[in-house]
């Protein structure tokens, strides 16, 4: 992933993020689905020409939802594109 908002520490400059991701998706009594988030974003400095790579775990930038209901705009679209794809995943498996 790639920060709109590159940070420096130390002199390097931490231009992407690390992401760890889990999303856990459930049905409601109603039939409706829901969703748990949780995000962390790691800034992390990549260095083609020598290979190195930092990550800055002190900056990392942590979401955490219980559910979608109230969520803005932004997390309820990467949130569907998400199961989209992942739905997307299950057909092409047969599963």
Known sequence: MISNNPI??????FANFSLNLAITGRYLPDGNS????????VPTSV???TGEVLTADEAAIG???????????ATQQAVGAIQSALQDYINAKGL
Request: hydrophobic residues 45%; proline residues 0%; glycine residues 10%.
């Open 63 to 73: 979401i955490a939802l219980g559910s979608l209901a109230g969520s803005d705009e």
């Open 47 to 49: 260095n083609i020409d």
């Open 8 to 13: 420096e520490i130390d002199g390097k400059t």
């Open 34 to 41: 829901d969703a748990n988030v949780a995000m962390r974003l």
